[in-house]
């Protein structure tokens, strides 16, 4: 490695900058990170955790399955090596439910699971009954899914200890934005989300904020436990997730809108988590409501992330939508590969952000 | 006045509280006043600040509407000397309308209007054209009331500038609880909200607390701008208030409900606040949800508060229910007039706490 007396910079402090940082600093690079508020500022602070490619699957999207199946393979050990680091990122391994609650529910969980046994994934049907033992106290639901691979994890554990790990290895922590691209001396990662469409000409049209509204819950005395598994319905639909937490919270998400860069909390995105989420658990209707925050995720042209060099040196990784917990392993394995002049991972070719040059032609 | 060498202390740092403890030094009492932590710590930091004796009022309650109405005859008076002070506490005269969504809606408003009517107040009934003219941007109404000479106050501007005035006549803030009234060397005012029935025996089983949840919105670019008037309705069985105040901010309230002394928000109190909103006021949807709280107001065992002498030199001023913001002048006055050794407000007396004796007898 010739980067012994270079400084790698990497520009944002979400969940991929902090694992890009802590992984390059742990392989001998100095790194500086740049944010003006890391851990905290941004999408990854707000996420639900779910490590979940397979229940985000759809035909027609087998990139950005396989990308996120090879991270979610990755995840163990990404997280024992932060666990070795001293903090615990909360990895956990419930799985995951799916409920219907209509017919046209049941038809749409019949799709996946079709598609997910052709690629030969584990899934199970549920009826009725048999989703409700896996799940006591969801609501009067049709049937669903059983997906047993899925992980998930306690993204501000995860966020806190990717910055202290970095720490220990040495990251240097600014809190300030990317002046110029221009005084950055060495590599540079732009990590920065939604965000990143600022940061360089190639991504100026290509990212774009997703705005979502994200609730925490926590049961009251005398309140029915959150169920033991993540629990995902579409209700009137909208796409809602249920993830348990290890400390009894329940976070509740998401809405997905665009709206720019605002980041309000609005009257309507609040109704309706709560609505879709009494229709999952009626029980949490006297749930603490302990917290209501938007976010914004970065969203790419396709499903796809941006995940590559885009000039001398200036690599860039966002566009994650979804997926930037469950991607962030892959994601950081990928940046570290090329800055040590190795192959990334295979399936990160997907997400080349050569394929914006593709369209322009 | 005897009590030129005697500390006169104020339980209690909610608008009760406050008003007296600045009224009693203003009159020349030295004053302390304990709170662990006043003006934001209870339930008048989170009230929607309406002062609508009228609106409130109900055949069969006809003392608590004599009381409120006094109060609110002396309530421009109040805000003129706390403006004197320094500090505008926000009164507002910009009347409540009262919305009709069906026709039992429309039958309860008859009745109210009729017996207010029958009092000699003003009350105006509007068709559904003339409510949309007064309130632009509400819901497909029936008819509703208008009510021009009720009032409304921003509840923090108001506790701000009670304690501020209250600071400049020398009030001391104690922030702690009271130990024992035994060890208060003069006279006493309990004014302690929800909390009072555990510092005196007699209002031990009379006070008790009743939670509510309260939302604040404030419109985001594009959206409708908050109704010019307070406005009411029932909503499916629920009362929902809607108060602009003057820095664009729109309070929404309230829920009702016994829970003892818990104060968590709950998940269906906030659905059930925010679907209420929508029938009245349908853009609130779009607006940003920029505060849910919950409080504990002080319930007393019929709507009166309870006001008067205890025991020797110990004075209660709780029960106010949600009527503390309305209800403290006339209640400052009164207490004010019994340390003076004068005759407190006539009405005052429907709220004297004897009535518990007899209730005992």
Same mark, same amino acid.
Request: charged residues 20%; negative net charge; contains cysteine.
């Given at each position: 490695? /010739? ?6 910079? *990497? *520009? ?18 100095? *790194? ?49 090596? #932060? /666990?070795?680091? &001293? ?19 049941? &038809?749409? =969980? ?7 046994? /052709? ?38 554990? =995860? ?39 600022? #940061?360089?000409? /190639? !991504? ?10 994200? #609730? ?7 309140? @029915? ?26 976070? @509740? ?11 309000? *909390? ?6 309706? @988590? ?18 209501? $925050?938007?976010?914004?995720? $970065?969203?790419?042209?396709?499903? @796809? ?13 966002? &566009? ?5 917990? =469950? ?11 090329? !800055? ?10 997907? $997400?080349?952000?050569?394929? =914006? ?5």
């Amino acid at each position: 490695m /010739s980067s012994e007396h270079t400084i790698a910079t *990497v *520009v944002g402090g979400g969940v991929i900058g902090l694992s890009v940082a802590w992984r390059a600093a742990a392989a001998g690079w100095p *790194v500086r990170l740049l944010d003006p508020e890391p851990v905290r500022g941004g999408a990854s602070w707000l996420a639900g955790g779910m490590l979940a490619p397979v229940t985000e699957a759809w035909p027609g999207e087998e990139d950005v399955l396989r990308l996120g199946e090879e991270s979610l393979r990755r995840w163990p050990q990404f997280a024992r090596d #932060l /666990s070795a680091a &001293g903090i615990d990122p909360g990895l956990a391994g419930h799985g995951t439910i799916v409920l219907a609650f209509d017919s046209a529910d049941a &038809g749409h =969980l019949e799709i996946l699971a079709g598609h997910l046994r /052709s690629l030969g994934r584990a899934v199970e049907s549920l009826t009725s009954r048999e989703a409700r033992r896996l799940a006591p106290g969801i609501g009067a639901v049709r049937g669903g899914l059983h997906v047993p691979g899925d992980l998930a994890v306690d993204n501000r554990k =995860l966020l806190t200890a990717l910055a202290e790990a970095g720490a220990q290895q040495g990251v240097e922590f600014r809190r300030e934005r990317l002046a110029s691209l221009d005084d950055v001396p060495g590599p540079v990662v732009l990590a920065a989300g939604a965000w990143t469409g600022q #940061l360089h000409p /190639s !991504l100026a049209q290509a990212v774009r904020p997703l705005k979502g509204e994200i #609730l925490r819950l926590r049961p009251r005395r005398g309140c @029915l436990p959150p169920p033991p598994h993540t629990v995902r319905a579409i209700v009137e639909g909208r796409p809602i997730y249920l993830v348990p937490r290890a400390d009894g919270e329940l976070v @509740l998400g998401a809405t997905q809108y665009e709206a720019g860069f605002d980041q309000a *909390v609005t009257a309507r995105g609040v109704r309706e @988590l709560l609505e879709g989420a009494e229709r999952i658990l009626p029980g949490i209707t006297e749930y603490e409501l302990v917290e209501t $925050a938007a976010g914004l995720r $970065a969203g790419s042209r396709d499903a @796809l992330p941006y995940v590559g060099e885009v000039g001398e040196g200036v690599y860039v990784a966002t &566009g994650h939508h979804r997926n930037g917990l =469950l991607m962030a392993p892959v994601t950081a394995d990928a940046v570290l590969a090329w !800055l040590a002049g190795e192959a990334p991972p295979a399936e990160i070719a997907a $997400a080349s952000p050569a394929r =914006l040059e593709k369209e322009r032609v």
